[in-house]
């Protein structure tokens, strides 16, 4: 199970190649951040880093190599730690927190990093987090999960890990207007750029028709957040095989509008624990390799594309900020 935020960006991807630039507006948050008018621009970007060794040894590999541009850890998980020291070695990357309410593995499981008395609400019979989003959505209140997310990041940045930007793990962030209120408010009171997509009414009927919770409300909130934004966010494709992955990868990406898109995905290396703990591993051995495929490299190059992170992002929007 990848979760809720993989199926918004699943949808997304489906439906981009109906969208042209003229369709996403005038212009992109790629031409507002001072990139070239009619440019794919990309971040690649990996998430559930900390969740296990196998997470952090496949997203090491790719920050170091320079063949992904962004990773985010989640800061309840066993192997947080390892990341963070490594990342502490490693200023210069954009690794963020990718902010975790649930715990939705059925043997492997964390809890809350806040006190359990101070996040009642957020804490399952068993100890850990909820296993699903609905579960938190349904019980948690905006002033536990704000405490929560507060805990987050200051146990990141006492680890040594500064965040380059915050997301949402399996977007429970974004399952209740009031979480994401406290969500977007904890990043402009850290000066965090957080995972925040430019909801166009292209956007909002896309989300809508997939029966994502896009209110009024919502909107009103990602009008107002000042930060940097994307302009889409996309997930690498499932596929029966590795060849498939790939192949269905490209299209997609060929298919992109200009703008900026995070494409997420969950490098991991195959092991044994792996296989134990998610019934995913096999996909996610595939993103582990496909970005430091030859291949893929050239279709890269050969496509033209840019790339960037929320860090450069966040330099271009402090020298030019925009809205």
């Not at 960006?9 to 190649?17: G, I, K």
């Not at 405490?147 to 890990?161: H, P, S, T, Y």
């Not at 209120?181 to 925040?196: C, D, N, S, T």
Request: with cysteine; net charge negative.
């Amino acid at each position: 199970m990848i979760g809720s935020i993989r199926a918004a960006a699943v949808a997304c991807a489906t439906v981009a190649a109906g969208l042209g630039a003229s369709a996403l507006g005038a212009e992109t948050w790629a031409e507002r951040l001072g990139y070239p008018a009619g440019k794919r621009v990309l971040i690649l970007h990996a998430d559930d880093v900390g969740m296990c060794y196998e997470a952090n040894h496949a997203a090491k590999t790719y920050l170091e190599a320079g063949h992904i541009q962004s990773a985010a850890a989640m800061v309840p998980c066993p192997w947080f730690d390892e990341f963070a020291a490594w990342s502490k070695e490693h200023p210069d990357a954009d690794v963020g927190v990718h902010l975790t309410l649930t715990s939705e593995w059925k043997l492997y499981r964390w809890g809350p990093v806040a006190p359990k008395a101070e996040v009642p609400r957020l804490v399952g019979p068993d100890g850990y987090f909820p296993r699903s989003v609905i579960e938190v959505a349904i019980r948690a209140t905006p002033e536990e999960v704000e405490r929560e997310i507060r805990a987050q990041i200051d146990r990141a940045i006492a680890r040594g890990l500064r965040p380059g930007h915050i997301d949402t793990h399996m977007g429970t962030l974004y399952a209740r207007p009031d979480y994401t209120r406290a969500y977007l408010k904890v990043a402009q009171e850290y000066g965090i750029p957080a995972m925040v997509i430019e909801l166009t009414p292209e956007n909002v009927g896309i989300y809508r028709k997939e029966g994502m919770p896009i209110t009024d409300e919502l909107i009103a909130l990602a009008k107002e957040y000042p930060l940097p934004k994307i302009d889409r966010l996309v997930s690498v494709p499932d596929g029966a095989s590795y060849d498939e992955v790939r192949a269905k990868f490209f299209a997609m990406i060929e298919a992109l509008p200009p703008g900026i898109t995070q494409v997420i995905f969950h490098p991991s290396i195959e092991s044994e624990g792996l296989k134990r703990i998610t019934n995913s591993w096999r996909q996610r051995v595939d993103e582990g390799r496909l970005f430091a495929d030859p291949e893929t490299i050239a279709f890269f190059r050969d496509e033209g594309i840019l790339f960037t992170n929320w860090k450069e992002m966040m330099r271009r929007h402090r020298e030019r900020p925009v809205r």
